[in-house]
């Protein structure tokens, strides 16, 4: 990667946090294409990833993704996204959840100049390290982007603290409901082993946003109600310590224990209140799982965190079409519901 003086800054401080945004209006359409929010944020990312799209960096275009809305309780959203499937890089072999990083496979050094939208600096707390925001040039949504915490520490793609608060942080910079962060873990559909995030808006609400919860302990909750369970967490009275600190309570217990594990972040409804107007929280939901199988190719849809959120890329037309709310849930469960169990009882005693 050259040309690091070119690069764009994105400055922040704690008073660009929204900590509330508008909600979905009900009956509201899907559109997904070419969303604009206000931000400062918000707009750097839109400006910039569409200056991408110009230059022609993109693997493939976005433009013309068929999309359905899966008939059924949980509202899965189904995009049909061939070009990905078949145009994404080659994902790397992981063997291990906490497989070193390896220098002589890709990684996120190794790209063009103009992939890079920009460094993501918060002005207050000064450091060293380059956190930058770059583009997937296989992407899955509109701004689909890596975020890629201190990148020249070539760090292996294992969650830490200091990564989950940035990409939490991500999220407040937003005004957008449809703003989203999500985290494969290593065994767990990552496909490169360099420490990263995937960003991207979904301009269309999720079940997610607002499904119901049962307190566990730690401020660790349970979702329910849902296709398959998790833990999740949510943001209380602007606290991003708290909330760092109440995932990765689990998170390391999951990396002691070698489970693979997906993370989304997203705005929601406060846990156990109901506002028809606005999101005044940030949700983290993490997803123990089966390691992921060796073959991505098999199967209609990979089951990672854009998946078990609710959003769906789908490799095959005739799977597009067949796909049904059955179908899903089925995948979802395969992949997490017993290791959730199992993980619940080893680390809660309950």
């Known amino acids: 990667m050259s040309g690091q003086s070119q690069t764009s800054v994105c400055s922040y401080t704690e008073n660009d946090f929204y900590l509330t945004v508008p909600r979905w209006r009900d009956g509201a359409q899907v559109n997904l294409r ?72 890709f990684n996120f050094t190794q790209i063009k100049q103009d992939e890079i939208l920009f460094e993501l600096r918060r002005s207050q707390m000064p450091s060293p390290n380059r956190h930058l925001v770059i583009i997937n040039v296989s992407p899955l949504e509109y701004c689909n982007s890596l975020l890629v915490p201190s990148i020249d520490s070539l760090k292996p793609q294992i969650l830490d603290a200091s990564g989950l608060r940035l990409a939490i942080e991500t999220v407040l910079l937003s005004a957008s409901p449809s703003f989203r962060v999500g985290f494969n873990s290593l065994c767990a559909y990552a496909s490169v082993n360099h420490y990263h995030f995937h960003i991207f808006y979904l301009n269309a609400p999720l079940y997610l946003e607002t499904v119901s919860v049962a307190y566990i302990a730690n401020d660790c909750y349970e979702v329910c109600d849902y296709a398959v369970p998790g833990f999740t967490f ?56 089966e390691p992921a199988d060796d073959d991505k190719d098999k199967t209609a849809f990979n089951v990672a965190c854009c998946e078990i959120s609710g959003h769906l890329p789908v490799k095959e037309e005739a799977a597009f079409h067949s796909l049904c709310e059955g179908q899903v849930v089925d995948a979802l469960r395969k992949a997490c519901e017993q290791t959730y169990h199992n993980v619940r009882a080893k680390i809660f005693n309950c």
């Not at 604009?36 to 400006?47: I, K, N, P």
């Not at 949510?234 to 309570?249: K, P, S, T, Y």
């Open 234 to 289: 949510q943001l209380e009275n602007g606290d991003i310590d708290r909330l760092v600190n109440a995932v990765m309570r689990v998170v390391v217990q999951l990396q002691s224990l070698l489970v693979a594990h997906n993370v989304f972040i997203t705005r929601g409804a406060a846990f156990g209140e109901f506002n028809p107007i606005s999101y005044s929280t940030v949700r983290v939901f993490l997803w123990p799982r």
């Open 34 to 105: 070419g969303f604009q929010a206000g931000t400062a944020f918000d707009s750097q990312l839109q400006l910039g990833w569409n200056e991408a799209k110009r230059k022609g960096c993109f693997r493939y275009d976005l433009d013309n993704l068929d999309t359905r809305i899966l008939a059924g309780k949980f509202g899965f959203l189904a995009q049909l996204n061939i070009n990905r499937a078949q145009q994404r890089r080659h994902p790397q072999t992981i063997q291990s959840l906490t497989q070193p990083f390896d220098h002589t496979q």
